[in-house]
């Protein structure tokens, strides 16, 4: 398979790209910080599937609403990080 349509993306889709490969290893890092096993890995594993399941995603507008929402949920997990005395100031907390 050509890997052609990943150079001719437009500044427009590649900015939007690199603001989801961001976000993707924001959530990640902030994922890191979890301090229990079973949790970390549920949330790993719900974040992989969601993007996973946008990926193939091609609406701009589409990919602003999913970069809104999954932008939310992590400041709702770094608040929650936070309030629990487990979240720090490290770098994927200040991101947002």
Same mark, same amino acid.
């Given at each position: 398979?050509? $890997?052609?349509?990943? /150079? /001719? #993306?437009? &500044?427009?889709? !590649?900015? +939007?790209?690199?603001?989801?490969? $961001? #976000?993707?290893? @924001?959530? !990640?890092?902030?994922? =890191?910080?979890?301090? *229990?096993?079973?949790? =970390?890995?549920? &949330?790993?594993?719900?974040? =992989? /599937? *969601? !993007?996973?399941?946008?990926?193939?995603?091609? *609406?701009?507008?589409?990919?602003?609403?999913? &970069?809104?929402?999954?932008? =939310?949920? +992590? $400041?709702? #997990?770094? @608040?929650? +990080?936070? &309030?629990?005395?487990?979240?720090?100031?490290?770098?994927? @907390?200040?991101?947002?």
């Amino acid at each position: 398979m050509s $890997k052609l349509p990943k /150079a /001719a #993306l437009s &500044l427009k889709q !590649f900015m +939007l790209r690199q603001e989801v490969l $961001k #976000l993707y290893r @924001t959530i !990640f890092r902030t994922i =890191r910080q979890v301090p *229990d096993a079973s949790s =970390r890995r549920e &949330l790993r594993d719900w974040a =992989r /599937a *969601d !993007f996973r399941n946008n990926r193939n995603q091609t *609406d701009e507008l589409a990919i602003k609403m999913l &970069l809104q929402h999954g932008n =939310r949920s +992590l $400041k709702e #997990l770094q @608040t929650s +990080l936070e &309030l629990s005395g487990t979240g720090s100031n490290s770098d994927a @907390t200040k991101h947002s």
